[in-house]
């Protein structure tokens, strides 16, 4: 299965399961930038529009790029986004369009070094890339014990990608100013809502009886851990930015 079609059966589970982004890590990506009503974004593997939506929420006006429809079906509509039927290395856009790229939760299925040219390629002069992730914050007891149950029971070695990944946007030799900042964020989630984050990612078992196991294991940890019928997931909101020279 390719890396675009990954996510075709979990759309339904993404737009339940999946956390959002604090408001301080889009202050970040506008940040020197100017008026967000005046910025053009390109918002790269876009998938059901989570991040979309809130840039566009800024005032942006968005294009959303993302190559697997049952994704882009999900998503709902906002009056200053416009979705695309591109990938990351092809976008669609042309050359020196946009004033801000961004991935969220999608840079380690791109291909790099096919990524950087077309993001390069779009961007204005002075214009802003920035790969965010929300990664699990294991300083808290839940989600640690979470995590042990994706690292027993992933298919794959995706977490590797995304650190991977991450320290190759970091690292590329094309941005002229790099920053980061680390933010808190939470998800509070019934026992529906978790086992929709479990479903939604593509490196853990969705169906059959390893599936079931694991979610048997995350209904007992939710019994374990539940106030109210409701746990946090805790994550750590990561945003790296890279500006290209004004030319």
């Not at 939506?53 to 509509?77: I, S, T």
């Amino acid at each position: 299965m390719s890396f675009t079609e990954r996510f075709t059966t979990r759309a339904g589970d993404y737009v339940v399961g999946r956390p959002s982004y604090p408001p301080e890590a889009f202050d970040a990506l506008f940040d020197g930038l100017g008026d967000p009503a005046d910025v053009v974004v390109a918002d790269l593997g876009a998938g059901t529009g989570i991040s979309s939506r809130l840039l566009a929420d800024r005032g942006a006006q968005v294009f959303a790029v993302e190559p697997n429809r049952a994704m882009r079906e999900a998503a709902e509509p906002h009056p200053r986004e416009q979705w695309i039927d591109g990938s990351a290395e092809a976008t669609g856009l042309g050359e020196a369009s946009v004033d801000l790229v961004t991935a969220f939760q999608a840079f380690h299925w791109f291909d790099h070094a096919r990524a950087f040219e077309e993001i390069v390629r779009i961007l204005r002069p002075g214009g802003r890339a920035a790969v965010v992730y929300n990664e699990r914050d294991e300083s808290d007891p839940f989600t640690a014990a979470y995590g042990d149950l994706v690292r027993a029971y992933a298919t794959d070695d995706t977490e590797q990608r995304r650190a991977d990944a991450l320290q190759a946007f970091e690292e590329f030799e094309g941005w002229v100013v790099k920053r980061r900042i680390d933010v808190r964020n939470e998800q509070h989630l019934d026992i529906e809502g978790v086992l929709a984050r479990a479903r939604s990612s593509s490196y853990l078992p969705k169906a059959g009886p390893v599936a079931d196991d694991l979610h048997a294991a995350i209904r007992a940890l939710f019994a374990r851990f539940a106030e109210d019928g409701r746990v946090v997931m805790a994550y750590r909101t990561i945003v790296s930015t890279g500006d290209v020279g004004a030319g």
